[in-house]
Antibody
Framework: QVQMKETGPGLVQTRQTLSVTCTVS????????VHWVRQAPGKGLEWMGV???????NYNSALKSRLSISRDISKSQVFLIMNSLQTDDTAVYYC????????????WGPGTMVTVSS | DIQMTQSPASLSASLEEIVTITCKAS??????LSWYQQKPGKSPQLLIY???SLADGVPSRFSGSRFGTQYSLKINRPQVDDSGIYYC?????????FGGGTKLELK
């Protein structure tokens, strides 16, 4: 069955670079797109970006200058890299897949909490 | 970017009511709209996709509809377990954008 799990550093210093890995099982990254969504404490959901089945990417307009999403198909892993972190990047980071179709997110990981501190 | 204006921000409803949550898109999104439920400390779960299609395993008391650029999620005679926060997401064009969320409390 489809499973996804995010792994992150927990705590990151301001102005440093965040790296979060999404490890998936039950499907191939060459057949489905994986999205990143984050949620600051007590706030709503924010779509960050996607790496599609063909490897192309799209990003949130406000984050695109410091965000990169890539993948390793052989390892079934998707990577989120975001630089120049600030305290308002503190959030739970989720990966999610459009498995049943292109236009919705039907499976999500449990999320990983990232705290940005000075 | 497409803006999704979701309302109300919160509501309290009884188990006998029909609950309605709406999302208005800033432009035509051609039914590329999905709805999610999130419970505290949990990941969001897909309820509705393509504006009106029920996701697998979602109870039939949930339904989606559209009127122009306004999309609605209805819960017919909600159950206590339906408490949580509901979000719409436009999937028409990247960047995808979420509505601000609706916190539903059932009394």
């Amino acid at each position: 069955q489809v499973q996804m799990k995010e792994t992150g550093p927990g705590l990151v210093q301001t102005r440093q670079t965040l790296s979060v890995t999404c490890t998936v099982s039950g499907f191939s990254l060459s057949s489905h797109g994986v999205h990143w969504v984050r949620q600051a404490p007590g706030k709503g959901l924010e779509w960050m970006g996607v790496i599609w089945d063909n490897g192309s990417t799209n990003y949130n307009s406000a984050l695109k200058s410091r965000l990169s999403i890539s993948r390793d198909i052989s390892k079934s892993q998707v990577f989120l890299i975001m630089n120049s972190l600030q305290t308002d990047d503190t959030a739970v980071y989720y990966c999610a897949v459009n498995y049943g179709g292109y236009w919705y997110l039907d499976f999500w990981g449990p999320g990983t909490m990232v705290t940005v501190s000075s | 970017d497409i803006q999704m204006t979701q309302s109300p921000a919160s509501l309290s409803a009884s188990l006998e009511e029909i609950v309605t949550i709406t999302c208005k898109a800033s432009q035509d999104i051609d039914d590329y709209l999905s709805w999610y439920q999130q419970k505290p400390g949990k990941s969001p779960q897909l309820l509705i996709y393509d504006a009106t299609s029920l996701a697998d395993g979602v109870p039939s008391r949930f339904s989606g509809s559209r009127f122009g650029t306004q999309y609605s999620l209805k819960i017919n005679r909600p159950q206590v377990d339906d408490s949580g926060i509901y979000y719409c997401l436009q999937n028409y064009i990247t960047p995808w954008t979420f509505g601000g969320g609706t916190k539903l409390e059932l009394k």
